[in-house]
């Protein structure tokens, strides 16, 4: 009698099926990591610009709005195809906003309105993310 070497047919089919199913239960739970560091990420950045609006007030006794323009500022480190920045100047102080772009819709855990903002008195909303 001979002895053969190898892996069935059904075998390959039972570690196939096996693969999938762990990569089904694993790859939503990857896509909203991914999404959360993006978010994290926007934050930072959110918290770099108004360092650097302070930065120029202590300075210069006036904010330099013109750190951001286009929806991104030269010294944050978010994805451009991820959040848009833009800064709201308002009687008192301004409103930092990162506006969530097509690579970033599918994160509703914190954006009700595509938006993060960060206003001068340092309060995030919405607050649940902050």
């Given at each position: 009698m001979i002895k053969q070497k190898g892996v069935t047919l059904i075998e390959m089919l039972i570690a196939v099926a096996i693969i999938g199913v762990l990569t089904a239960i694993a790859y939503p739970s990857y896509q909203d990591h991914v999404l959360k560091g993006h978010?994290?990420?926007a934050m930072g950045d959110l918290i770099k610009?108004?360092?650097?609006?302070?930065?120029?007030?202590?300075q210069n006794s006036a904010y330099d709005f013109t750190i951001v323009s286009g929806g991104s500022c030269?010294?944050?480190?978010?994805?451009?195809?991820?959040?848009?920045?833009?800064?709201?100047?308002?009687?008192?102080?301004?409103?930092?906003?990162?506006?969530a772009q097509t690579?970033?819709?599918n994160d509703t855990?914190?954006?009700?309105?595509?938006?993060?903002?960060l206003n001068s008195n340092s309060k995030g909303s919405p607050e649940r993310c902050w």
């Open positions: 978010r994290t990420q610009i108004q360092l650097a609006l302070e930065e120029t007030y202590t030269s010294f944050c480190d978010t994805d451009k195809d991820r959040y848009k920045f833009t800064i709201t100047q308002k009687k008192a102080g301004y409103i930092i906003t990162a506006t690579k970033q819709e855990d914190c954006l009700d309105n595509k938006e993060l903002t």
